[in-house]
């Protein structure tokens, strides 16, 4: 199992526009130092963080980093990403270049047109009442991972309400693949020797390892975010100027991620997980 000199995460956002106040970014090194903020929070573009991990790239930055999306759709519970549409992906990268390809004339990474798709359409849950058919009712299909996972998942393809992922699911598929070759992600590719590696996170994961009650994972004062930061040995930052929740977000997970990259069961998670799954659903990393 690789060591990791530093560490990061990545809240993203799927929202309209160009500049996010959804996105921040904290990182940390190997210790008990604070995570601090890279950049300013909600000043951040789609785009921004794109050009921000292919210099980490070019760096060959020896940085574990945890996004804050998901990598993939559900493919094992239906045997496809996109039942009954001839042009379904067989595997999560093509995925990437087919929402990237449909995707491709809009600005910031955006992915609208994807989900306006005749053929993809169908199976996602819109805003105003619009449920397509194959979306299959309730809370949607999940991906085995989000089975496993003892924080509350979403399904990917809701994009309606507080707690939809889908998104910034399918804004960062575009990321992907305009990344794909120049930064590995688990479990898609192997761990190299050296260099950046991506893994997918789930924030409220490292929420409650921080022994935050799974209901409220979200952290909006300094007294809070301290003590989530001692649960994980983690020394505590300066008073950030704004302490929204997507800033603590990035900072808790920098910081359990730095803790959790030591613990060989999460590289290597227990069946149904198998490289032919990850293949296709790929993996939340802190999932055993």
Known sequence: MRA???????????AAGERQKGIAIAACPTGDAAPQLVGTPGRWSRVDVRDW???LADEGADMLIGMDFSGSFPFADAGAFFPGWASSPADARALWALVDTIASAEPHLAANSFVDHADAAPHFRRHGGREGHAFGGGTGRMR???SRTAATPASCFNLVGAKQVGKASLTG????????GRIPVWPFDPVPASGPVLVEIYTGIAAMAAGLPRNRTKVRDTA???RALAALDSATPPPLARCDDHSTDA???AAWLRRAAARPELW?????FSPTLAAK?????GVP
């Open 4 to 14: 990791f000199a530093r560490f990061a995460c990545i809240d993203w956002s799927g």
């Open 53 to 55: 991990l292919l210099a």
């Open 144 to 146: 085995i991972v989000e």
């Open 173 to 180: 598929m575009r990321l992907l693949r305009q990344l794909d």
């Open 224 to 226: 809070t975010l301290a």
């Open 251 to 253: 900072i808790i997970t």
């Open 268 to 272: 290597q998670p227990a069946p149904p």
């Open 281 to 285: 659903e790929g993996w939340t990393f």
